[in-house]
């Protein structure tokens, strides 16, 4: 099952931050936050991600909070072409296995003009 | 940048045939996934490997089975095919962590 909840849609001016909301109050200690996006029937695309600490990169920042119980996928000016669907997924890494993404049900972000 | 390979890019079968889809990994990713998203759903985990040894097993059905070759290839074999296993396949490998996504195989069975 996922361990994320996040909003089923929004809504976005483009040329505006998109802020993306996601709970992950059960995550664990070695859980990673990734966020993936998927634009129509594309396969999934890596966003960021990040442990504890907030992490900016040239698509977008995810800040997570200090008890990492939730975060926020910052888009900091959304273009037609992010509209797409946003997964927040929490995921750990095990030496010497292989740990799945589970997708839940993601967050569509309609951008408009 | 190599990305993740699949191949076919679409395959059309009949019920009751059998299908094989293929995913050539980045270079250097020793694991690879396999997922099933059906027409408005999200992705579901099938299936991965790591080290060409099964890893961990979604909900595959037990029509479905897969491997990883020593190239570290991997390969979806599909049997007995039925109208609901109509959806695009996705394939990700990753070198531990972090995961890259192919761009799918749209199946559809007729």
């Known amino acids: 099952d996922a361990k994320t909840t996040q909003p089923p849609s929004m809504d976005c001016a483009e040329g505006r931050a998109a802020n993306l909301p996601c709970n992950h109050s059960t995550i664990s200690g070695n859980e990673y936050v990734y966020w993936y996006r998927q634009i129509h029937s594309q396969g999934p695309q890596y966003i960021i991600h990040?442990?504890?600490n907030n992490e900016t990169n040239e698509m977008a920042s995810l800040i997570i909070t200090e008890d990492r119980k939730s975060s926020t996928l910052i888009l900091p000016h959304a273009t037609l072409r992010d509209t797409a669907v946003y997964y927040c997924i929490v995921e750990g890494h095990y030496t010497g296995t292989a740990s799945k993404l589970t997708f839940g049900t993601g967050t569509r972000l309609q951008v408009t003009l | 940048a190599a990305g993740v390979i699949q191949s076919p890019r679409h395959l059309i079968k009949e019920k009751r045939e059998t299908a094989t889809l293929k995913c050539y990994p980045i270079p250097r990713h020793d694991t690879v996934y396999w997922y099933q998203q059906g027409p408005g759903q999200d992705p579901q985990f099938l299936i991965s490997f790591y080290e060409k040894m099964q890893s961990d097993k979604g909900s595959i059905p037990d029509r479905f089975s897969a491997q990883q070759f020593s190239d570290y290839h991997s390969e979806l074999n599909m049997s007995s095919l039925e109208l609901g296993d109509s959806a695009l396949y996705f394939c990700?490998?990753?070198?531990?962590?972090?995961?890259?996504f192919g761009s799918g195989t749209r199946l559809t069975v007729v």
């Open positions: 990700a490998s990753s070198p531990g962590l972090g995961y890259t």
């Open positions: 990040g442990l504890k």
